[in-house]
């Protein structure tokens, strides 16, 4: 196998071995046994396999292959070394494969230590993965007394266990145990809890309840979305500060109302009232937004007002100088840009006046037609409503073999997202009266050596039919080779490529992909991992519908078939689904 992978891993952990040398830290992984006694150790019970994140994997059991990692878990030995063949041998087997054989792992206060499968975690960090399939081994918390120094600690892991028996939400941490009470209750929407004379919570609502699915999966959104956020913004995202700054942002604004907002909203939030949430600003930003509140007067006014204006002036001028030689470089470019659509627009005059009056693609109407009535003021356009079948995964039985004469009447689009047989979907474009498009999934690398006849492929386009805009990006996560997988930042330059062509059409309607987006309908496991990439398509573009494949009904995980996000619905057409979308 290629050295390329093991070579930039071993990069990272020289990296941080000298970060942490530098800030006079360990910079090997933490070890258990030299934290906790024996005894302890003994008293650990299995609680049996979970999906564990791996950002909570700090440490090993023993000391053995303790210093083959830096702090981490990025390899530290020579290329040449045994422990790096049988490294670079594990991430060829996850790439064709992927890791299914669970580690092994101790947990003390939701920080987990491996005793077995160092190497598949420090694989699975290298490729960003987010969680690992673990038997867990779960350390009771140390009892501590009211003078001990970690009394603090012991009652916070307490209350976590507490919110995180009704949740198992490991990811969400406070340095306040009072804190995961308050936010069960925004959840659960239920009542405050009174407390006894010794400061213990109790239950007086019923506020000790599980989490459905449903709010399982909101607020994962929800945490997914403000994390992102505002990360960007500069907070600080480690434990427990995000989580902190989180629920004091839910307290502000409602839970509810937070669920509900997307990216912009939330950055809009954060932007307002940054010294609420703990967001540090860079001296540059500070400076341009100190300028931008003097008064006028004071810009106008006296020789002391003016030598401060001049102070900090001269930082702005610094700064201006840099964006006006950029600026220069911008208006040139511009200036070509606007002689060629000149050129453009000349032509295309004399163009559109040789048009036909009826303008029609091979399946249709096309943009030309659908949009000629009251364009472009847009006053006295014709609203259209399309119904529309999307198909997935596996062949619907009514639609394929217990077929009935007129099953396919009164479509106007199929839309075909992945792993789906060839002969399938040219047997849809034969008995279907309206255009089948299809994207291809991450087993259908045939059709790309044999693709179906008469079906149009979406890959990296946009399709209008009748004015309906159409997206579409095929393929699923990289979890072993193929052509039809991705890694993400694979699949971000693809999206880079086709922004311009949704720009072009002004926007989009439908996002037509195989795998979900990350967060929305996917599961923990690498080879049914969703995209982060479609997530920013999603808040940057708002289509009305989102509609994917890639998760089957069988793999006996509640999934619902459609789902809104943020004002775009998401549709999984596992097997099919009918939907109805308005333009």
């Known amino acids: 196998m290629d050295a390329f992978d093991y070579s930039e891993a071993h990069k990272l952990a020289v990296r941080e071995y000298r970060r942490a040398m530098s800030a006079g830290e360990s910079p090997y992984p933490a070890c258990l046994d030299e934290q906790l006694s024996p005894p302890m150790l003994a008293e650990g019970k299995r609680i049996g396999r979970e999906q564990i994140p791996l950002a909570l994997v700090v440490g090993t059991k023993t000391e053995g292959r303790n210093h083959a990692f830096a702090r981490n878990f990025m390899p530290l030995l020579g290329i040449d070394s045994e422990f790096a063949t049988k490294w670079r041998s594990l991430c060829q087997s996850h790439l064709e494969e992927g890791i299914r054989q669970p580690i092994k792992v101790y947990e003390y206060r939701n920080r987990f230590y491996v005793e077995e499968g160092n190497k598949r975690v420090s694989v699975l960090k290298y490729f960003d993965a987010d969680s690992i399939d673990a038997d867990v081994i779960q350390i009771p918390s140390r009892q501590a007394g009211a003078d001990d120094p970690d009394a603090a ?81 500069g907070g600080d995202g480690r434990l427990p500060q995000v989580c902190d700054m989180m629920l004091a942002f839910l307290e502000k604004y409602g839970y509810d109302e937070v669920c509900g907002m997307h990216s912009g909203q939330l950055r809009d939030a954060l932007e307002k009232d940054p010294e609420a949430f703990g967001i540090r600003r860079s001296r540059t930003d500070q400076t341009i937004r100190a300028v931008k509140k003097l008064p006028q007067a004071t810009l106008s006014g006296g ?75 847009g006053e006295g356009r014709k609203r259209r409503r399309f119904r529309i079948l999307a198909v997935a995964d596996d062949e619907s039985r009514c639609y394929y073999e217990d077929y009935r004469q007129g099953n396919l009447d009164g479509f106007d689009l199929i839309l075909a997202c992945g792993d789906l047989h060839r ?34 492929c979406v890959e990296d386009q946009v399709y209008v039919h009748e004015g309906l805009r159409i997206a579409g990006l095929g393929g699923s996560y990289r979890y072993r080779d193929g052509r039809n997988m991705f890694t993400e930042a694979q699949m971000r330059k693809r999206a880079r490529r086709l922004m311009p062509k949704i720009r072009r059409h002004n926007g989009l309607d439908i996002l037509m992909t195989h795998a979900p987006a990350r967060g929305i309908n996917d599961f923990d496991s690498l080879s049914h991992w969703g995209f982060e990439t479609f997530r920013d398509l999603l808040d940057r573009y708002h289509p009305q519908v989102f509609v994917h494949g890639h998760i089957h009904k069988n793999y006996g995980v509640r999934i619902p078939q459609r789902t809104d996000m943020n004002g775009t619905i998401v549709i999984n057409a596992y097997e099919h689904c009918i939907f109805e979308i308005e333009i």
């Open 423 to 456: 002969t399938y979907l040219e047997f849809l474009t034969t008995m279907a009266k309206c255009p089948v498009l299809y994207i291809r999934g991450n087993h259908d690398d045939p059709l790309m050596e044999e693709p179906p006849g008469g079906c149009v």
């Open 303 to 377: 020789a002391r007002g003016g030598r401060q204006v001049v102070r900090t002036g001269k930082q702005v001028v610094q700064t201006s100088k840099k964006v006006v030689r950029t600026s220069r470089k911008a208006v040139s470019t511009s200036r070509q840009a606007v002689s060629t659509s000149r050129q453009i627009v000349r032509t295309s005059g004399k163009a559109v006046g040789r048009l036909p009056g009826k303008l029609l693609s091979p399946f249709g109407a096309g943009l030309f037609q659908s949009r000629r009535d009251g364009w472009p003021d």
């Open 153 to 233: 600690a012991a009652r916070s892991y307490d209350a976590f266990l507490r919110f995180f028996n009704n949740s198992r939400m490991r990811t969400v941490e406070f340095s306040e145990p009072e804190s995961y009470q308050r936010l069960q209750q925004m959840v659960k929407h239920t009542a405050g809890t009174e407390q006894d004379q010794t400061g213990d919570e109790q239950d007086q609502t019923g506020n000790e309840q599980a989490w459905t699915e449903d709010e399982q999966r909101e607020f994962r959104s929800m945490y997914y979305y403000f994390h992102r956020e505002y990360v960007k913004a």
